[in-house]
């Protein structure tokens, strides 16, 4: 049975920075994209960031606009998780985000971001950015 925990979150100040981990169990995920997702109250669920295994023990790693040049997403695969830091945090990255793996090892730039090309979901972890 596949799991997906996440961690990190909480309250966090406006400019600040938070670190989510997502662990995997069940089955190694090591070679399928692997990342992030967020949904904010009365939203549909975005597309934050996401890598794709490219070989060897490198991934190449997607980013929304919304979080390009300030967050990093990153892969420990024997530990069979992801992790995300965003930095320069603003109200509008409120939201819940959630971890989320494909079976899919063949997606490719125009594909990855998309919500329905991944077959297993985390809880979700509440970030809230406010003063």
């Known amino acids: 049975q596949v799991q997906l925990v996440e961690s990190g979150g909480g309250l966090v100040q406006p400019g600040g920075s938070l670190r989510l981990s997502c662990t995997a169990s069940g089955r190694s995920f090591s070679n399928y994209p692997m990342g992030w997702f967020r949904q904010a109250p009365g939203k549909e669920r975005e597309f934050v960031a996401t890598?794709?295994?490219?070989?060897?023990?490198?991934?190449?790693?997607y980013y929304a606009d919304s979080v390009k040049g300030r967050a990093t997403i990153s892969r420990d695969s024997a530990k069979n998780m992801v992790s995300l830091q965003v930095n320069s945090l603003s109200p509008e990255d409120t939201a819940v985000y959630y971890c989320?793996?494909?079976?899919?090892?063949?997606?490719?730039?125009?594909?990855?971001?998309?919500?329905?090309?991944?077959?297993?979901w985390g809880q979700g972890t509440q970030v809230t950015v406010s003063s």
């Open positions: 890598t794709r295994w490219i070989g060897g023990a490198a991934y190449q790693k």
């Open positions: 989320a793996v494909s079976n899919t090892r063949g997606l490719i730039a125009s594909t990855i971001s998309k919500t329905g090309n991944y077959d297993y």
